[in-house]
């Protein structure tokens, strides 16, 4: 099961496949295994506005300049405060569910992405993006270890947080 990110943030990366470049703003790492990296690009759209960032699978990184890479730590149990899979509740709305995905921005506080249980009939619900400070530990909900398959891999989801 991996346990550390390979990339350190700030750096500028292209994705291998697409041609993307930008610099590595976010990354973040996933109960079931893979790990991706958020990509902003530095220049701007056509109408002026900021481009948005865009999330690759880590094989998918190449670094092309380390030279302002972040000093920071690449040790999930060192940078997140709560564990992937735990069981939280958000101390605001009262929101409780598993933490499957945690992020660290370059810029910001660690955020985790979580789904709650079913409904009564049985229905999956929608999870949420909460940052850390707003996230209290219930219990240890279920490790990585639990949910590990052979080979490393996620459905790519459009649906992570942009900068």
Request: include cysteine; aromatic fraction near 10%.
């Given at each position: ?43 701007l759209g056509s109408d002026g ?115």
């Open positions: 099961m991996q346990t550390k990110f390979k990339y350190l943030l700030n750096v500028v990366a292209k994705d291998s496949v697409s041609g993307f470049e930008g610099v590595l703003i976010a990354r973040n790492a996933h109960l079931f295994g893979c790990a991706q990296y958020g990509l902003a690009p530095k220049e506005s900021p481009r948005k960032t865009e999330y690759f699978d880590e094989s998918r990184i190449e670094i092309l300049d380390a030279t302002n890479a972040a000093d920071c730590e690449n040790d999930y149990d060192r940078i997140f405060a709560i564990p992937l899979g735990s069981e939280v509740k958000d101390k605001v709305s009262g929101f409780q569910g598993k933490a499957l995905v945690i992020m660290e921005n370059l810029h910001n506080c660690n955020q985790y992405y979580c789904e709650p249980a079913v409904d009564k009939c049985g229905k999956p619900q929608d999870g949420q993006w909460f940052d850390e400070g707003r996230l209290a530990f219930v219990s240890k909900g279920i490790t990585p270890e639990e949910v590990a398959a052979p080979k490393r891999g996620a459905v790519f989801s459009r649906d992570l947080p942009r900068k």
